[in-house]
């Protein structure tokens, strides 16, 4: 069996947990499987070497990042490796070039455009634990590139997919997806699996387990990703896979409280044709990511606009709408809003979830100012000061607590 | 004018270091003389990850080794051209891989084979300032090595060397090499110039700022090196360069203190043909570095042999002299020596040089246990508490305090 085993910044933050890190592979590598092992920075070390880069400039050169944020991995992975060897494992450490990961140009962003898996596959066929330094690759002009946040998962999704592995386990400190968070309802289940699409959904769940990029290219590559936590490696995390190996399917998988979002209204604006879409196209041109969208038609004819946008795009966002100040009534934003969504595979064949949830909210006394729904997720967008009593009595009413 | 720059540990061991360098370099780099900057670790960064590994193994792996202590180049190389990008030059950080340094396999203390200056030649044509991580290359499994003790300026010699460049400046802490160790004797003189090979010769002033292997390349590569320092980059340094270029040769141009000697007596050895040979190839054997050697044959026939070693070779030498016990009456060790040489290109034309130091040595009542000379440098063994007036002696006897 060969695995891809990831270690994020807090799991390898101390030389006392990169010790244990190599237990953990140690126990792996004694059951006769074959590993690769990609690391992040130390954690801290990422934001120590940004900040110095900020101390000489607020805009420092890309490039110059990459090679100075690309050390912390290779750091990590050398340490890791001389673990391992003197623990008597015939062990590796590879850059990100080195383990053949080439990328386009787009310093501190790169997209892995191909993986040549020569090298690591050498060395696994001769006995090596390899031992990656995540987060990095080269581009054609064979400098270093980093693949921006989230990339050490990326790097560990994308050398799974290439070397055709079993496996992609992804340790932190948090031992897998929960059905929500359990710092708002303490019941919170530990689920067992879960789908690609189901993950995505529930992202906000995940985020600091997971990035949504690497669950999407996991679901490309077909790779069963597995959530876990170097700190309680004994316990079973959750596996993310594709829907077809998820035998039973939940009706409702987990509840999600998404608070970095923003709710924008622009009323009675002039029914110009198109007025909507021109808002639209000019959000997307400044890269802010419209979430949902309600539009109202009243009987005067005129249209009210209500959608979200993440709250770190707020004063773009402020800028664009400036320019429609004319068109409309009256432009506002509410900051005090969460969005709560309920997902669920089983969405898809049973009728009355979303009735379910509405009434349960009702019932609490909570107003739904926007619904969206897609197939296996259905989000509402309500006061911020009510959040956690809705996300409560939908985890209570859909039966996740049991 | 082409420049090769090189800034040693101290010289970028904050972020404060830093900028002071970028602000030396701009000053050089608005003389329109083109440039190319060697850069060392940050100071203590290369200790720490040193003791990192030390703390997972006391042998760590070697290739790890190299993997681990790279980075902390690369790190201060990124700075400094980001520092440099925000005063509004044009530069670029490069590993040793990608400034073409090519080494041999031997990790840890890798030779340069070759570079292949390709991509810095066409980064200055471009009008770049190429700030290039010291100290590491790779090899020709495309792994990264490095250099060893020193290696930062080795890549700067050779870099120098390779793209025919006019100047290597190499910057420490230190404005350049004196005529003694001023801590010794205050009266010391700065020397404005000096051969390699006096400075070959002179190694132990030069330790702190300029390794003899270094030097070496100098010379083989007819690199003009400066020794400045980054603290007083007003003041000139000393430069290092070929004899012929000396205009005025000093008799003497510097007294060295050596206390890192251990002297070495072993006597009435049985007068079997060879003896003396075989003692010192078998410490060749072990790669400890014989120095001066005085052998005496007695009426008796036997002989007694004295001869130094450094003193971090003391225990692997014991054990070779054990096994020669047997042939001798008695070995003995001294620690408590110094060894004070007399430098000088003009010793190869004046007579009396010699004599001059002995009477000087004797007036100040001190006995010479061993003498060894050669074209350039007198050098005699003396009891160490009585070396500091030893060389003050010297120092006046040839008038270097004026």
């Known amino acids: 069996m060969l695995r891809v085993l990831k270690f994020g910044g807090t799991s390898v933050g101390s030389l006392d947990r990169i010790s244990n890190v190599a237990n953990i ?13 990609v690391v992040s920075a130390m954690s801290g070390e990422t934001n120590k070497l940004l900040a110095y880069a900020k101390h000489f400039s607020s805009t420092p050169n890309k490039k110059d990042v990459d090679m100075l944020l690309s050390s912390g991995e290779r750091v990590t992975s050398a340490l890791l490796s001389i673990a391992l060897n003197e623990m008597g494992y015939k062990t590796i450490s590879m850059s990100g070039a080195q383990a053949g990961i080439k990328t386009d140009d787009d310093y501190t962003f790169a997209k ?96 600091k ?15 069963k990703l597995v959530s876990r936590s170097s700190f309680t490696p004994d316990v079973c995390g959750t596996t993310i896979t594709k829907e077809e190996n998820i035998v039973e399917k939940p009706i409702v998988s987990g509840i999600a409280l998404d608070d970095n979002q923003v709710r924008v209204g622009i009323y009675k604006v002039i029914d ?19 979430d949902m969208i309600v539009q109202t038609v009243g009987v005067d004819g005129l249209t009210d606009l209500d959608f979200t946008v993440p709250i770190d795009d707020l004063i773009k966002t402020k800028k664009v709408m400036d320019s429609f100040k004319d068109s409309s009534e009256n432009i506002d934003y509410n900051e005090h809003i969460t969005k709560v969504s309920i997902v669920g595979l089983g969405m898809k064949s049973h009728a009355g979830i979303a009735s379910k949830a ?28 009510k959040s956690k009593r809705a996300v409560k009595a939908l985890h209570s009413v859909y039966g996740l607590d049991k």
């Not at 592979?25 to 092992?37: A, H, R, S, T, W």
């Not at 110009?272 to 419209?290: R, T």
């Not at 909210?361 to 619904?371: K, Q, S, V, Y």
């Open 272 to 290: 110009k044709p198109g007025i909507a879409g021109s808002i639209f196209s000019k959000l997307a041109d400044e890269d802010i990511n419209v």
């Open 112 to 207: 892995i455009e191909s993986i040549d898996t020569t090298n690591i596959k050498n060395c696994i066929k001769d006995g090596y634990i390899v031992v990656v330094a995540g987060f990095q690759g080269k581009n054609i002009s064979n400098n270093v590139t980093t693949l921006g946040r989230g990339g050490s998962d990326l790097t560990a999704v994308a050398l799974c997919g290439s070397l055709d592995a079993d496996i992609c386990e992804i340790y932190t400190d948090v031992d897998g997806i929960y059905t929500t968070d359990p710092r708002v309802v303490p019941t919170a289940k530990k689920l067992n699996q879960i789908s690609y699409d189901e993950m995505l959904e529930l992202s906000s769940l995940g985020a």
């Open 358 to 385: 509405f009434s349960a909210i009702a019932n609490e006394g909570i107003n739904i100012r926007i619904i969206s729904t897609s197939e296996i997720k259905i989000s509402m967008i309500i006061d911020k000061d």
């Open 209 to 223: 387990v997971l990035q949504n990029r690497s669950v999407e290219m996991a679901k490309k590559l077909n790779v």
């Open 25 to 37: 592979i140690k126990k792996q590598k004694d059951q006769n499987d074959d590993l690769v092992v």
